[in-house]
């Protein structure tokens, strides 16, 4: 069994000391600096390997077709933007937060203004907040209540015809003078 070590006061009680068996500083410093001699010689083990490895791939490329517009002495480990351009779509991302911002700045733009959606067929796109607003004032479409006869466009269209007619109507008078 350890001797415990304790210091006996003037007043007469005891006061206990450190236990003397814990590691000793020197042993600590030993064991980081070996840590640290380690993790530098793993470092530089695996950068050797990581050279070792690239040298001899690119001595064992395999040969080039000749009837390709490269050459013969390329390093096919090396991709140019027209090989990117030749992948067909979707391509892997190279920024994704540059691309991602773009995409978000599109989709507000297309959420937030006015523009053609087919200019043919005359559809185009509001943002949102007016198209909400209009919601707002003009309510939902619904469907027409069970037993009611839905309209035609026979009937619709001339409707229209019948107020677009000009031809009937009076001309207003010119204001007096």
Do not use: C
């Amino acid at each position: 069994m350890a001797e415990e070590h304790i210091t006996h006061l003037p007043d007469g009680t005891e006061e206990p000391e450190f236990e003397r068996q814990d590691l000793s500083p020197r042993s600590v410093f030993a064991f980081l600096i070996g840590l640290a001699i380690a993790g530098v010689l793993i470092h530089v083990i695996l950068f050797g390997t990581y050279r070792f490895l690239d040298r001899y791939e690119a001595r064992n490329q395999p040969e080039q077709n000749p009837m390709s517009n490269k050459g013969t002495n390329v390093d096919t480990r090396k991709i140019t933007p027209e090989d990117v351009n030749r992948f067909p779509q979707p391509r892997l991302e190279t920024n994704e937060r540059t691309e991602i911002n773009s995409f978000r700045w599109s989709e507000e733009q297309t959420l937030n203004t006015y523009g053609w959606v087919d200019q043919k067929a005359g559809i185009v796109h509001i943002p949102i907040d007016r198209a909400m607003e209009l919601i707002a004032q003009r309510g939902l479409p619904t469907r027409p209540q069970a037993g009611t006869v839905p309209p035609s466009t026979v009937n619709t269209t001339r409707e229209a015809a019948a107020k677009a007619d000009q031809s009937q109507k009076t001309p207003p008078k010119p204001p007096n003078r």
